[in-house]
């Protein structure tokens, strides 16, 4: 993926560190949405369901560190903006 880096200042290749991981990752926030219809059992049921769902709460911020985690800058490992992000324009030389 091209991302611009702000320390080279160019456009140049970036990757997330696990890009793999990342996939998967993604995957996790939707596990949960099958049991929506059985939130009454679930609350109801305290010694396997609500185990359960406090362990699947508790991967939740892994999980989401490794979405949030910026792309790197493969030329010298810099975190990179998001696509669409455009250089600040220099400033106005003085008149
Ligand atoms: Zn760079």
Not at 5 to 31: D, I, M, N
Not at 76 to 88: F, I, L, M, Q, R
């Amino acid at each position: 993926m091209r991302r611009h880096c702000q320390r080279c200042e160019t456009e140049v290749s970036a990757s997330y560190e696990h890009p793999t991981l990342r996939r998967w990752v993604k995957g996790y926030f939707f596990l949960g949405v099958p049991f929506i219809p059985f939130i009454p059992i679930i609350g109801s049921e305290f010694v396997v369901m609500l185990p359960l769902t406090m362990l699947y709460l508790s991967g939740m911020g892994p999980a989401l560190s490794v979405i949030r985690a910026p792309a790197s800058c493969d030329e010298c490992g810099a975190d990179v903006e998001k696509a669409g992000w455009t250089p600040p324009a220099a400033p106005a030389p003085p008149a």
